[in-house]
Nanobody
Framework: QVQLVESGGGLVQPGGSLRLSCAASGFTFSSIAMSWYRQAPGKERELVAAVTASGGTTNYADSVKGRFTISRDNVKNTVSLQMNSLKPEDTAVYYC????????WGQGTQVTVSS
């Protein structure tokens, strides 16, 4: 069965960095585009970044452009989100996402940016 397992969240000060990882299994990872979403308290879930199956094309929300980088390893079946220059407004639960006939979500990992 499809599994997406996130890791790497935590508490970081403003201006700091975190790297999130998502380990995928149960499908042909190298054939599927992958995304990261986030949901802050009281807000709707929003797309943060996406990467094509080959890794050749990426897209970012305007709010994270120039600060976040999505990447994937099609040998290790992982997708990562490097987050730099973090701001308090980046505080949210971050989810790994894949659409394989239907939507699949990871369990989420909490990122808190606070001094």
């Amino acid at each position: 069965q499809v599994q997406l397992v996130e890791s790497g969240g935590g508490l970081v000060q403003p201006g700091g960095s975190l790297r999130l990882s998502c380990a995928a299994s149960g499908f042909t990872f190298s054939s599927i585009a992958m995304s990261w979403y986030r949901q802050a308290p009281g807000k709707e879930r929003e797309l943060v970044a996406a990467v094509t199956a080959s890794g050749g094309t990426t897209n970012y929300a305007d709010s994270v452009k120039g600060r976040f980088t999505i990447s994937r390893d099609n040998v290790k079946n992982t997708v990562s989100l490097q987050m730099n220059s973090l701001k308090p407004e980046d505080t949210a639960v971050y989810y790994c996402y894949a659409r394989i006939l239907r939507a699949y979500w990871g369990q989420g990992t909490q990122v808190t940016v606070s001094s």
